[in-house]
């Protein structure tokens, strides 16, 4: 059974950095697409940002563009948010997904992904 584990939420004030890890355990890393989604108190749960199988394959969402960006370690079986410029609207549970697709496909649906982690809080103070 394929388990994500995301770490690397916490308290940051307006204008600084986080960088949420998700890690794949139980399947194969190289088979899945992972992506990005957070959801604030009260909101929907939105897309953040992608990465497919192949590394250079990405896609973020037009808020987080410029600030975040979406790393991979295929030796960890790990996926990286660096968050940059971080504003009090950026505070939201931050989930991992995985969706095992094509090399060249990614999402930013959530219902198309078949795996989700527990989720980290990320909190910006202003």
């Known amino acids: 059974q394929v388990q994500l584990v995301e770490s690397g939420g916490g308290l940051v004030q307006a204008g600084g950095s986080l960088r949420l890890s998700c890690e794949l355990s139980g399947g194969n890393f190289y088979n899945y697409a992972i992506g990005w989604f957070r959801q604030a108190p009260g909101k929907e749960r939105e897309f953040v940002g992608a990465?497919?199988?192949?590394?250079?394959?990405?896609s973020y969402a037009d808020s987080v563009k410029g600030r975040f960006a979406i790393s991979k370690d295929d030796a960890k079986n790990s996926v990286y948010l660096q968050m940059n410029s971080l504003k009090p609207e950026d505070t939201a549970v931050y989930y991992c997904?995985?969706?095992?697709?094509?090399?060249?496909?990614?999402?930013?649906?959530?219902?198309?992904?078949?795996?989700w982690g527990q989720g980290t809080q990320v909190t910006v103070s202003s």
């Open positions: 990465v497919g199988r192949r590394s250079d394959v990405q």
């Open positions: 997904a995985a969706d095992r697709t094509g090399p060249w496909y990614i999402s930013r649906i959530g219902h198309e992904y078949d795996y």
